[in-house]
């Protein structure tokens, strides 16, 4: 499920053209098949954001070397990366009635025997161990097929008298934009039962399972949601507090956490006609890390984001302004967590930077992983979006032709809390600043051709051990979609 800033959708299917004709099955069930196809080239440089190539043997906390593991996005090179992948998607709708949709889609990725399912994307020639002969290379299984989605959704009003519904099994989930919980990229097995008492209102309550331990212990990590959405016209208001039970010892033996998530989000779209919209998102949160052995310690982290959006009338032209923001820890030995906690995917965060967070480590110093809490500049902080971050971006999109589209955004980066990203004495809060560009061209029915890429010059926290400045990083990929 997916809850937006005016409307709450249950059914995240594939984009299906207009002009498709559905196969149909015995008994009038509609089926309806598709998927989508993506090739890809990637070339990204140190997006390790140290010395690049000056430091062969580099590393940071044992977390970067050289022989980086091709992933989604090129993160950790030291000196540069290049690599190609591609993306399979098989999707199928099966609609029974009015009331009731099932869903499956299927999704490509390899398997590796140290890091299992991890990549959506499949790195071309990323298995061998298929050939035979004198040259035995490639000729080899490289792919498996996962479920990426598969759901049961019932809708009807013949229970309460008013739109009512279900929906069970494996799906995307993003709260909002986002901020705080966006499992969009795997999906998470989930229940969701919602009620519209008003045409406008839409009100659900869902629970997630992240992970299950013993069946017979209290293991496991689960999470519980309360959702509402008020769709007016011009304008939506939504709500969301989310309660994270986690007794499955992600940090340690014995380790649980206990985490609750609120969040008030609104917009306007377009404001007394002038084409100038506005959308706003708070979040708070709340709860324990128990049990560490030595003390309890408190969540207290925030995040905010506001943006105003102007649309030309007359060309197809959208600017936009943002700023947003997460909150740090002071310390990483307190005895509280005041970093923003995020939990996500491998898609970009809320920031849309595609070099920092995305690619590159990042402020965030309020990390839960396997190994406790993470710092700040490791590996395990790429990807965490608003945490310890705050941006302000500027820039629009622009339809050059009908069939061409360009993407121009500036970003200024800094930290909520000093850190000290490469090991330097002296922490700062200086970031840095990222440009970012992005043609699309439509070649043919469902076939888009893309560059998209950025360029990021880091600030005084990145400054190395020894007080020399880090080096800039840049990314640019290029690749076919094709969507049917």
């Known amino acids: 499920f997916v809850l937006g800033l005016t409307a709450l959708s249950y059914a995240v299917v594939a984009e299906i053209p207009s002009d498709t004709t559905a196969a149909v099955a015995k008994g009038k069930t509609q089926i309806t098949l598709g998927g989508e196809i993506q090739v890809r080239g990637s070339m990204a440089n140190n997006t390790a954001v140290g010395e690049g190539d000056t430091k062969p043997s580099y590393t940071r906390g044992g977390n970067f070397s050289r ?61 061998q161990g298929g050939a035979r002969g004198a040259y035995q290379a490639g000729n080899t299984k490289e792919s498996t097929m996962w479920i990426s989605q598969a759901w049961i959704l019932y809708q009807g009003s013949g229970l309460l008298g008013v739109p009512a519904g279900i929906k069970v099994g494996r799906q995307p989930i993003k709260l909002g934009n986002g901020v705080f919980l966006d499992h969009s990229y795997f999906g998470d097995d989930a229940i969701l039962v919602f009620v519209q008492p008003i045409k406008e209102l839409t009100l659900a309550a869902a629970t997630i399972k992240f ?84 003390t309890e310690l408190d969540i207290q982290g925030w995040a905010g984001l506001a943006g105003l959006d102007y649309k030309f009338k007359e060309i197809p032209v959208k600017l936009t302004l943002e700023y947003g923001i997460g909150s740090g820890d002071k310390s990483e030995t307190g005895d509280k967590i005041e970093g923003f906690i995020t939990t996500k995917g491998y898609e970009k965060s809320v920031i849309g930077t595609f070099v920092y967070d995305y690619i590159t480590p990042t402020a965030c110093n309020s990390v839960v992983s396997s190994g406790g809490l993470a710092s700040a500049g490791s590996s395990a902080t790429v990807k965490a979006g608003l945490c310890n971050t705050q941006y302000v971006k500027l820039g629009g999109t622009a339809n050059i032709t009908k069939d061409i589209g360009f993407e121009l955004y500036g970003y200024w980066l800094r930290a909520h809390k000093a850190v000290a990203l490469n090991g330097n004495a002296s922490t700062d809060k200086d970031l840095g600043w990222e440009a970012d560009a992005k043609i699309t061209y439509k070649i043919d029915k469902g076939l888009t051709y893309f560059v998209e890429g950025g360029y990021f010059w880091p600030g005084d926290a990145w400054k190395m051990s020894d007080g020399r400045d880090a080096d800039d990083a840049w990314a640019v990929r290029h690749g076919l979609i094709l969507k049917f």
């Open 67 to 127: 022989g980086v593991i091709k992933s989604d996005s090129p993160w950790g090179c030291i000196g540069a990366c290049s690599y190609y992948d591609y993306l399979l998607k098989l999707n199928l709708e099966a609609k029974l009635s009015p009331n009731t949709t099932g869903f499956v889609e299927l999704v490509s990725g390899p398997y590796d025997s140290t890091y299992g399912y991890k990549l959506n994307y499949v790195p071309f020639g990323y298995q």
């Open 211 to 294: 992970a299950e331990g013993y069946s017979d212990n209290n293991d496991d990590a689960t999470a519980y949601s309360l959702i509402g959405a008020y769709a007016g016209k011009g304008f939506g208001l939504s709500a969301d507090v989310t309660y994270v039970d986690d007794q499955s010892s992600d940090l340690a033996t014995g380790t649980e956490i206990h985490l609750w998530n609120f969040g008030l989000r609104g917009n306007v779209d377009d404001i007394a006609g002038t084409g100038l919209g506005f959308r706003a998102d708070v979040e708070f949160q709340t709860g324990k890390v128990k049990d560490l052995g030595t």
